[in-house]
């Protein structure tokens, strides 16, 4: 099993309409959880960190599920410019320092 | 807003020869990791560096790769013998005081081995 696994999609959206995708991850006793923007041929970005309680940033919202084992992220109202790979990352116990990566869903927003 | 730099943006190589890549971090970050990215698949961690030493480093970093702080603020990645599966996107990032996994990358360097 992918330590971190993630549908890669394409998800094709249409503009303003709302989005979700899943990443799950295999070790429970993870406790650092990321999302990232990657866009073609460019560097990975934050978006978002991950909390136990969920969060909100805008039109972004991330979630937790400890008992399954994912995290999800949520793009209400989307926007052209949202089309991108989006990361999911997770921290491993065994280290400070290594963090695992999904390997994206990629997201094209249509107008 | 502050940037990681890194250069150069491009490098075209043989086999065999060894390649240099640099980094500039921003000046308040405390750790620094240098990352890679073959094309079409997932970022990879390489190396970390903290504390002016390497924290710790993945099983791709084998004795063809060496991390450097020569001037202690500037970083390098150096790959001794370029093969053809080291063809990849290199991306330095850092992270300071929001905490070691929050990353903040540089554009890249893209290596092409031929």
């Known amino acids: 099993r992918k330590e971190v696994e993630q549908d890669p999609g394409p998800f094709n959206v249409p503009e303003g309409a709302t989005v979700a995708f899943n990443c799950t991850y295999s070790?429970?006793?993870?406790?650092?959880f990321f999302w990232y923007r990657q866009d073609c041929r460019k560097e990975p970005k934050l978006l978002m960190s991950v909390y136990s309680s969920g969060n909100e940033d805008g039109r972004f919202t991330a979630q937790l599920n400890r008992a399954s084992q994912y995290i999800s992220l949520l793009i209400r109202d989307s926007k052209l410019s949202d089309s991108a790979t989006y990361l999911c990352?997770?921290?491993?116990?065994?280290?400070?320092?290594?963090?695992?990566w999904g390997a994206g869903t990629k997201l094209i927003i249509k107008p | 807003e502050p940037e990681v730099t890194q250069t150069p943006s491009h490098q075209v190589t043989q086999m065999g020869q060894e390649v240099i890549l640099r980094c500039v971090p921003i000046?308040?970050?405390?750790?620094f990791y240098w990352y890679r990215q073959i094309l079409g698949q997932k970022v990879e961690f390489l190396v970390s560096?903290?504390?002016?030493?390497?924290?710790?480093k993945s099983e791709i970093f084998d004795d063809q790769f060496s991390v450097e702080r020569p001037d202690g603020s500037n970083f390098t990645l150096k790959i001794r013998s370029t093969k053809l599966e080291d063809s990849a996107m290199y991306f330095c990032?850092?992270?300071?005081?929001?905490?070691?996994?929050?990353?903040?990358f540089g554009a890249g360097s893209r290596l092409t081995v031929l």
């Open positions: 990352v997770v921290n491993t116990m065994d280290s400070n320092y290594q963090l695992i």
């Open positions: 990032a850092g992270a300071g005081l929001s905490g070691a996994n929050v990353l903040t």
């Open positions: 000046s308040n970050h405390l750790y």
């Open positions: 560096f903290y504390n002016n030493e390497i924290s710790e």
């Open positions: 070790n429970s006793a993870s406790q650092s």
